[in-house]
Every structure is written in structure tokens, then in C-alpha cells.
């Protein structure tokens, strides 16, 4: 099996492994466990380790540490002010950054921005160290907002806009979600007839399942906002199109547009949340961000896209970088639950468990190393994941465009599965996260001074925003199912159940071919046919092998299950539902085995010596607590023994155990700043 790069992208075909290729080694031995007689503890040089994390942007991370220390008097704002003072304070602090240039790192250099898009996902994801309502005010205003008119406008947009929103002195929000359609996009009610004698489109919002709703900065800041409309030309509809439509003027409402607060939220409530209705409110004919359709002044509607469907998902892939900075945002959040719930670990002290009368401190109990350490591992997996769908992030919108010469549809497709995923995963880790080491700190880590309140009620939409994350699995699995096909523009559930029913499922099992990864695993590794018994635990291609095994064992059991139902007459929407869990265990399988593979390849890349050592425990850590979390579905599957079970548990308690007197300084490479960790009672 082949050590990857981390700049790898997700394979072309379903991965399996290889026979002839080398083995992937591990500078210490395997089989040296903490309680062996010889094992050396290894030393971790913290910032050289952050230098690790921080990668080719430790710059752009430290500016944004250094606004976060600046303004780390908002973190006792949010708790003191009242809401609408608060808001004002969030929006001070964003104009405040953007004069800095942290925030406008992916827009091009002409319009004052840094040309940079790796840089600008990199300054997003550290701001997740500080207050969360101007992460997400950032998000919004330079993500959604400037990102929409960056991607789906052309220069006259350009030109309009970019310099003022990207300085902050002009605010936007971006209206798509609305009341009655959620995840849906492509049957939102709003409307965008053009009127060929005025040349103009006349938004109007039919009925209130339409009215766009939970929409940053629409509240009370937003004065222009990026609205996505059914577009009609001569009485015919061509789909959601994006229009850029003034909502206010010198703070007041304009005519037509009707603004209501969504009110008090669980978090965030830094940001105006807002309801938009639009009463025929016209815009001029250049509103329409055209770069994937025009309406010429007569009404005629082009586009270099032909196909509805393409022409729309081509759209929504464009703004892909809100995934994944909203990803990247959630992992970061966890790295600050962690950092303070590890140090809180080392310094509480309770009950007496040895004869010299000192109670001990909670990191040395068994159960609290089992409780922070396998989070910690992940925390470190899902970074180095998360590291590289940035870098793919890059790569794609530093190249052509989705209609440009040159463009690679497949890498987009690939890099879209692959930032849905890790958002997914990515999000829920924080809020499993941030919930285990608030309980981790007792009665402490409920005082709102200690963060946790915050980071809880913050965090939590992030599963829902970006995208729910259980439909962007179904994503992921849409395309493991039909390999990107070129039946791409049938991404609706029925159109993948008829697809992979009538025409992919035989190519899928082939392509999966699990028994063909079997017979190739036992090439590789000790044992024979009882590889999965006898391979050493801590053997990377062990591990790899075992979440590959899973992830194609499942896609190819979808394939089958679809194929049986719709073979039996079944209508395949009904078929997809019932076996929709198995779709999106497929996906998280894939998605799985992705995050360990971006961990063992950045531990393979780095030089022998302690700091490689260290982040092979971690990476040992988190890959066999992820089969064991899943123990039964193994053992289901006749890929795990009792007795190897045990030991894998019995081998995770050892690693916990190594990893101890690690732990603080794995947490302090987080770089969180001391400033805003707060916490002062429990870090004393």
C-alpha cells in the first residue's frame, strides 16, 4: 500500500490497495508498548510542532492571533452587552480586521485584497480561536456575500463592488435559504421576471414558504444583499440565478423590501439574523451575476452551460469555499475545548489513590486519558484532512474556471465530495468535542468565563449551515455511487437510485471489489489469510486496510440493496429512503478512511526524530480507536475476533497511557492565544 501525499486528491476509482508497493514503516517499534522495559518517551519541541500545524501560512495565522489578543476584550462583550449593542460591536471589530487584510486574503490584488485563497482559508480557520460571532460575520460579509459576487459575477460586478466590500465599507448578506425549502435550492419560491421594456428584473417573494430566512447581516447591516431567484424571461423559468439587490440606504429599508429580526438564537447572537420578503422590487438588468447566464436587453437568456441541472450545481460549486472554512472553523473551535480541558487536567487534583495522601491529578485516571486523548488524536487527524482540502481548494480556484478551457470538472467534483465529508466530520467533532471537555471540567466548565457556553451554543449550527451535514454525506455517497459520471446533472435522489440500479451496479462491485482487497491485503501484510489477526496493530497498512475494507464493503452494499429494490418493482425514491443509512455510512466510511490516510501520510513526511515519533502515537491513537468505536460492525463483518477486539482496546488504554505526559504540549501547539482562552481560575 503506497504512503500518500497530502496533497494527494481523492482518487480517480475507488481506492484499493496494492500488492507491490512498499509497505509504509514507522521510525519506532510497533511493538514496544508504554509499560515496555527500553521505551524512550519522546520530547515535543511545541514550536516546531506548531510550525508543523501552522504550515506554509504561520504568518497569516499569526496576524490573526495578534487581531484576537487586540480584540479580546469582545469575548466579555458578548456576555455584557445587550444584543444590539453587541452586534454593533461585532460589525466595528470585521470592518476594524478587514482593515488589517486578514479578511480579504482570497480576493484578487486589484480590489485590495491578497490574491491568496489558501491564505484566506487559513486566517478564517484561526479566527475560530476567538469570538464566533465575528467568525461568522466574517464568513458571511467576505465568504458568502464577496464570494458570491467574486465567482458568479464578472467584471462589471467586480469592479462595482469588490473594493468596498472588501474593505469593509460596504455590507452584504446572501440571501438563499428560505422558510419552506431548507437544503433544497433548486425549488426556491423567489422570482426574477425580466421586464423587457425597462429592462429590469422585478424580485417578488410569492408567499412566505419563500421569504428568505436565518440570513446573516440582514437584520440591521446589510445594505445590498446577494439574492437567489427562479429566473423567468417570456414566461419561461431557466432556474435559480443570483441577482445582487439593494436592500437599504443609509440604514433605512428601501421600498419594497420588508426586514425582520429572527430574534434571539441558542448562539451567535453577535450577528443580525434576518428575514427578507421582496414586493416587487426592480433591479437593473446588470444585477444578474452572469457568469453562467445572460439576459440580452431584448430577453433572450444565454448561458455556456446547456443543461439546467449542470448550469445550477456548476453555480453551487463555486461557492465551495464556505464548506470548507466552515470545516476548518469547527476543528479549530475543538482545539480550544481541548486546550483548556488538558490543562484544566494537570492541575485539578481528585481523590487520594496512592499512600503518600496527595489526591491525584485528573489526567493520570485511566478513564479521563480516554476520555480527552482519542479526541485529541482526531482533533490532530481532522487538521492534517482538513489541510489538505484546503490545498485542493487552492489548487482548483487558482486554475481555469468551471467554463474556462483548461478546467478540470473532475478535480471540482472531487474536491466538493471531499469538502463535504470533512465538513461533516469536522463539525460534529466539534460539538462531540466541546461537550466531552466541558463535562471534563466539572462545575468549572460551566461558568460562561470559561468559554464553554460560548463555544457550545456558537458551534452548533455549524452542523446545520454550509449544509446539513447528513445531506452532504448523501452528496459524498452520489458520488462513490456513480463515480462522477457524466451523469452528474442527475444528482436528485431519484435520478441516483435509477442510476446506480440500471446501470452502475455491476461496475460498482466490480470497482469495490472487496475480495480483490482482501487477496491484496494478504500480500501485504503477515498472516496469510488471517491477516486481519496476525498484522501488528500498530501497522499503518493494518489500519488503512481495515477502514478501506469497510468503506467498499458498504458502497458496494448500497449498489445492491438500490438495484434489488428497483429489480423488485419498487419506486426508487422509496428504495433510497429505506436504505438511506446505509448511504450515508458508506459516505462517513469514506470520509473515515480519507482523514487517516491525510494523517499517516503527514507523519510519513516528516523527519525521524522526536516530533515524528509523537505524532505517530497520535496517529496510532486515533486510527485504532476508530475501529474500535466501531468494534461491531468489524466483528459483524468477520474482520475483528474477539480476542483481537480486546486487544485493540487494551492497546489504545497503552497509547493513552504514552500520550499522557504529552498532552500539554500537544494542546499548546494549538497556538490558541492565551489572551482569548480565558479561563483564568481554571489555567491558574
Known amino acids: ?89 461585532v460589525r466595528d471589530v470585521v470592518v476594524t480586521m478587514a482593515g488589517t487584510g486578514q479578511t480579504g486574503m482570497g480576493f484578487p490584488e486589484e480590489y485590495g485584497g491578497g490574491g491568496d485563497i489558501g491564505a484566506s482559508v487559513a486566517a478564517f480557520e484561526t479566527l475560530a480561536y476567538g469570538d464566533l460571532s465575528v467568525l461568522v460575520k466574517v464568513g458571511v460579509q467576505f465568504g458568502l456575500f464577496g464570494g458570491a459576487i467574486l465567482q458568479l459575477g464578472t467584471r462589471a460586478h467586480h469592479d462595482a463592488h ?195 495522601g496527595e489526591e491525584q491529578v485528573l489526567l493520570d485516571y485511566g478513564m479521563h486519558q480516554r476520555r480527552l486523548l482519542p479526541l485529541l488524536a482526531r482533533t490532530y487527524a481532522l487538521h492534517f484532512a482538513q489541510e489538505v482540502v484546503a490545498g485542493q481548494l487552492h ?81 459524498v455517497a452520489k458520488g462513490l455511487l456513480t463515480d462522477y459520471a457524466g451523469e452528474f446533472e442527475d444528482m436528485d435522489q431519484l435520478g441516483m437510485a435509477r442510476f446506480v440500479a440500471g446501470l452502475a451496479v455491476d461496475t460498482v462491485v466490480e470497482r469495490t471489489a472487496v475480495h480483490k482487497l482482501v487477496q491484496s491485503v494478504r500480500d501485504l501484510l503477515p498472516g496469510g489469510d488471517t491477516w486481519d489477526q496476525e498484522a501488528g496493530l500498530l501497522d499503518p497498512n493494518y489500519q488503512l486496510a481495515m477502514l478501506r475494507f469497510r468503506e467498499e464493503h458498504m458502497i458496494g452494499g448500497v449498489a445492491r440493496r438500490l438495484k434489488r429494490g428497483v429489480d423488485q418493482g419498487a419506486d426508487p425514491g422509496a428504495v433510497f429512503s429505506r436504505v438511506q443509512d446505509h448511504v450515508i455510512a458508506a459516505a462517513r466510511a469514506h470520509t473515515e478512511r480519507l482523514v487517516l490516510e491525510a494523517f499517516v501520510a503527514r507523519t510519513a513526511a516528516l523527519p525521524d526524530g522526536d516530533l515524528k515519533v509523537a505524532l505517530n502515537l497520535l496517529c496510532d491513537l486515533h486510527a485504532l480507536s476508530t475501529i474500535e468505536a466501531d468494534r461491531a460492525w468489524f466483528m459483524e463483518h468477520g474482520r475483528l475476533s474477539s480476542t483481537r477486539s480486546k486487544a485493540i482496546s487494551r492497546e489504545v488504554n497503552a497509547l493513552c497511557r504514552r500520550l499522557r505526559p504529552l498532552a500539554v504540549d500537544l494542546v499548546d501547539a494549538f497556538g490558541v492565544p492565551e489572551q482569548v482562552l480565558r479561563s483564568e481560575e481554571l489555567l491558574a
Request: charged fraction near 25%; include cysteine; charge should be negative.
Open 162 to 356: 469588490l473594493a468596498d466590500l472588501v474593505s469593509g465599507r460596504t455590507m452584504g448578506c446572501f440571501a438563499m435559504t428560505e422558510t419552506g425549502h431548507g437544503s433544497n435550492v433548486q425549488a426556491l419560491g423567489t422570482v426574477a421576471t425580466y421586464d423587457v421594456e425597462a429592462e429590469e428584473f422585478v424580485i417578488t417573494t410569492p408567499d412566505d414558504e419563500s421569504r428568505k430566512d436565518y440570513i446573516g447581516n440582514a437584520a440591521a447591516h446589510a445594505e445590498l444583499a446577494v439574492v437567489f431567484a427562479q429566473l423567468e424571461v417570456g414566461g419561461e423559468r431557466h432556474g435559480v440565478h443570483a441577482f445582487v439587490v439593494p436592500i437599504r440606504e443609509d440604514g433605512r429599508v428601501l421600498d419594497g423590501v420588508r426586514v425582520e429580526d429572527c430574534g434571539p438564537k441558542m448562539g451567535l447572537n453577535g450577528v443580525d439574523n434576518g428575514r427578507l420578503w421582496f414586493d416587487h422590487v426592480r433591479v437593473p438588468r446588470i444585477a444578474l451575476l452572469n457568469q453562467f447566464a445572460e439576459v440580452t436587453p431584448e430577453g433572450r437568456y444565454l448561458s455556456p452551460i446547456d443543461n439546467a441541472n449542470k448550469r445550477f450545481f456548476t453555480m453551487l460549486g463555486t461557492l465551495v469555499q464556505g464548506r470548507v472554512c466552515v470545516g476548518g472553523a469547527g476543528i479549530n473551535a475543538a482545539k480550544v475545548a481541548l486546550t483548556i480541558a488538558t490543562r484544566y487536567a494537570v492541575r485539578r487534583r481528585q481523590f487520594e489513590t496512592t499512600a503518600s
Open 1 to 89: 500500500m503506497p504512503a500518500k501525499t497530502a496533497t494527494d486528491q481523492v482518487p480517480d476509482e475507488m481506492p484499493t490497495v496494492e500488492p507491490e508497493a512498499p509497505a509504509i514503516e514507522r521510525v519506532e517499534d510497533d511493538a514496544v508498548h508504554a509499560t515496555d522495559r527500553g521505551y524512550r518517551q519522546p520530547e515535543v519541541d511545541v514550536d516546531a510542532l506548531r510550525a508543523v500545524l501552522d504550515g506554509r501560512y504561520r504568518e497569516v495565522r499569526d496576524l490573526v492571533r495578534s487581531n484576537l489578543v487586540e480584540h479580546a476584550q469582545i469575548l466579555l462583550d458578548e456576555e455584557q452587552l445587550s444584543t444590539a449593542d453587541f452586534r454593533e460591536r
Open 395 to 475: 489548487d482548483v480556484f487558482s486554475g481555469p474556471g468551471p467554463t474556462e478551457p483548461g478546467s478540470d470538472e473532475h478535480a471540482r467534483r472531487m474536491l466538493e465530495s471531499r469538502a463535504a465529508g470533512t465538513k461533516a466530520l469536522g463539525t460534529w467533532h466539534a460539538t462531540r468535542t466541546i461537550q466531552e471537555c466541558r463535562e471534563a471540567c466539572g462545575g468549572a466548565g460551566y461558568i460562561s468565563k470559561n468559554r464553554f457556553a460560548a463555544l457550545k451554543a456558537d458551534t452548533d449550527v455549524f452542523t446545520t449551515f454550509e449544509g446539513d451535514n447528513h445531506v452532504l454525506l448523501q452528496l
